[in-house]
């Protein structure tokens, strides 16, 4: 996958259009935070599988690279598809449990945790990926580089209650 992740232009994302950086501070509001959370991510997966893997509604009204992360649940141990912003920072592919600023973090960090080995589908690639929770200097400074992407997540980090939001570093799991 590479540092700066497959394929990925962070450039593409600082131009996005009047609609997407309108649709992207919708998203941190509470009204908009609801419509993404009952509304688009249910939309997402019809979207990512007719475009197979290519695109999700959420990234096409808001420029913001968004995969599908394929998890095991930690209890049920079924396969979970959940759509999920997914960027690229030095250090690799990050994702962010912020849970739209819930109070709880969500389902699939904990799928994660119980089983960090997963898959990540962008742009109609699939990659095997670890998950490693970051802390300290280094989730620092990816959280820095999220906010360059979306800020949004410095409104979900108050709205939380004070839960700390995980960072998630996807590395390449080589196939065997």
């Given at each position: 996958m590479g540092a700066a992740g497959p394929g990925f232009d962070v450039m593409q994302y600082a131009r996005a259009n009047r609609f997407q950086r309108m649709m992207r501070g919708t998203a941190a509001t509470r009204p908009g935070s609801w419509l993404f959370i009952r509304v688009l991510?249910?939309?997402?997966?019809?979207?990512?599988?007719?475009?197979?893997?290519?695109?999700?509604?959420?990234?096409?009204?808001?420029?913001?690279?968004?995969?599908?992360?394929?998890?095991?649940?930690?209890?049920?141990?079924?396969p979970r598809r959940s759509p999920l912003l997914v960027f690229p920072t030095s250090e690799g592919l990050v994702v962010v449990a912020s849970n739209y600023g819930q109070?709880?973090?969500?389902?699939?960090?904990?799928?994660?945790?119980?089983?960090?080995?997963?898959?990540?589908?962008?742009?109609?690639?699939?990659?095997?990926?670890?998950?490693?929770q970051v802390e300290?200097?280094?989730?620092?400074?990816?959280?820095?580089?999220?906010?360059?992407?979306?800020?949004?997540?410095?409104?979900?980090?108050?709205?939380?209650?004070?839960?700390?939001?995980?960072?998630?570093?996807l590395e390449p799991v080589e196939p065997v």
């Open positions: 991510d249910h939309v997402d997966r019809p979207i990512f599988r007719w475009t197979r893997g290519r695109h999700t509604l959420t990234s096409i009204v808001t420029g913001l690279p968004v995969g599908v992360l394929t998890t095991t649940g930690a209890r049920s141990g079924q109070a709880r973090h969500p389902s699939w960090y904990h799928n994660l945790r119980a089983h960090p080995e997963a898959e990540m589908t962008i742009r109609g690639r699939r990659h095997r990926i670890r998950a490693r300290g200097e280094q989730r620092e400074r990816i959280w820095r580089e999220g906010l360059e992407i979306y800020p949004g997540w410095t409104t979900y980090e108050r709205w939380t209650g004070g839960r700390r939001i995980p960072i998630l570093l």
